[in-house]
Each structure stands twice: as structure tokens, then as C-alpha cells.
């Protein structure tokens, strides 16, 4: 365990933690030519972070189904004697996915959820990642669609 020369409050350590927290996009989907990052990067990355700040981190997910579909809620909590933050997310499970039994199925829904719950709770910004599909529009796009007049 590293010793911190100051103590530092639970938000004090939640701050540094997410502002040092560097999870570079390492995996490569030849297919679409693009550089994503995994939950195992993230993990990879953090892990360290959270020896430094004396945080614990538990991920647990939770199979649900809404209208017949269904799907997976992963839940990221951190944690340390003084305070706890959660983040959850879901993602649908494909249960017709070719190529991929029922267990892969979930377990792919298990990791992009858990992928998104870490996103969030550590402030990792996905917008220009690949699987972030949607050609998104510039503000200056969006304003020209409304009339501001008030």
C-alpha cells in the first residue's frame, strides 16, 4: 500500500483519481480500422490509482429484462472507510447474435456495460470512440435549428 504524505478526504481522492487516470485506447478492431479501449484497459489503468488513494473498487452486474428484452445492468461502486460512489449502465443482450452462443452473448453485454459504468464513474469521455456510432452534430449545427429569439 502506498502512504500518502496528506490525507485527503474521499471527494479529495475521487478528484485525483479521475484526473490522473490516463486509459489509453489499446485494443485495434481491424474491421473498422479504429483503436477502441476495453474494461479490462480501464481496469488495467485504475488499478494502480486506487492502491495510491487507498480506494476499493467492486463491479457487479445484474441480468434484467424490460419488455421482453433483455438486459444487463452493471454497477461500478468505489469505495474507502469515509465514502462510496456508484455509477451504473446498461446493455441490451442479444440473445440471436450470430456467431455467438447464449453465454457469450451475455458476457459481451456484461463487458460494454461494465466498460460504461466505469466511464462514468471515472469521467472517461467516449464521444470520439468508434462504437459511439452516431455522426454527431457541431453545436453550431444544432443552434442553426433553433430560433433563439425570446
Not at 480506494?55 to 472507510?81: I, N, R
Not at 446498461?90 to 453465454?103: E, F, S, T, Y
Request: glycine letters at 4%; one cysteine or more.
Amino acid at each position: 500500500m502506498i502512504i500518502m504524505e496528506k490525507e485527503f478526504t474521499f471527494h479529495e481522492r475521487v478528484i485525483l483519481l479521475q484526473t490522473e487516470l490516463k486509459a489509453p485506447k489499446k485494443q485495434y478492431n481491424s474491421f473498422g480500422k479504429y483503436y477502441y479501449r476495453s474494461c479490462e484497459d480501464v481496469l488495467e489503468a485504475v488499478k494502480p490509482l486506487l492502491e495510491k488513494y487507498n480506494l476499493s473498487l467492486m463491479l457487479t452486474d445484474t441480468v434484467q429484462e424490460v419488455a421482453g428484452v433483455p438486459y444487463t445492468e452493471a454497477k461500478a461502486v468505489l469505495h474507502c472507510p469515509d465514502g462510496t460512489i456508484e455509477c451504473k449502465a446498461q446493455a441490451g443482450i442479444n440473445l440471436n447474435k450470430k456467431g455467438m452462443d447464449v453465454a457469450q452473448s451475455f458476457g459481451a453485454s456484461s463487458s460494454y456495460a461494465r466498460k460504461y459504468a466505469l466511464n462514468g464513474l471515472f469521467l472517461i469521455d467516449d464521444t470520439k470512440d468508434a462504437d459511439s456510432t452516431n455522426k454527431h452534430a457541431t453545436n453550431n449545427e444544432v443552434a442553426k435549428d433553433f430560433d433563439f429569439n425570446f
